[in-house]
């Protein structure tokens, strides 16, 4: 059974950096996706980061150049590095994990996501 747990989150000041990170376990898949949601309160939740089981990476607009995806597979992790966090950062961030590769503007489509964490908050105040 797949399960997804994500860890990392915190209170950090505007400009400060924070790594999320997201352990799955129990797959065996040879073709994944892996994403970074979030979700402020009254908004929809939000596609941040993807990335594939060849390592290709994908953002969204808000974040790029800031937030960086990553995956170490001995640990069977996966990390979102946020650099000059604001405060429109503020979320809850979700880890979510589908078999087979959603494609390069497929991989923010939450539907399409089988297996979800509970989420960790970041705030972004001072």
């Known amino acids: 059974q797949v399960q997804v747990v994500e860890s990392g989150g915190g209170l950090v000041q505007p400009g400060g950096s924070l790594r999320v990170s997201c352990v799955i376990s129990?797959?065996?898949?040879?073709?994944?996706?892996i994403a970074w949601f979030r979700q402020a309160p009254g908004k929809e939740r939000e596609g941040v980061s993807g990335?594939?089981?060849?390592?290709?990476?994908f953002y969204s607009d808000s974040v790029k150049g800031r937030f960086t995806i990553s995956k170490d597979n001995a640990k069977n992790t996966v990390y979102l590095q946020m650099n000059n966090l604001k405060p429109e950062d503020t979320a809850q961030y979700y880890c979510?994990?589908?078999?087979?590769?959603?494609?390069?503007?497929?991989?923010?489509?939450?539907?399409?996501?089988?297996?979800w964490g509970q989420g960790t908050q970041v705030t972004v105040s001072s």
């Open positions: 979510a994990a589908v078999r087979g590769w959603l494609g390069s503007s497929g991989w923010s489509w939450r539907p399409e996501y089988d297996y």
């Open positions: 129990g797959f065996t898949w040879d073709v994944y996706t």
């Open positions: 990335i594939n089981n060849s390592g290709q990476t």
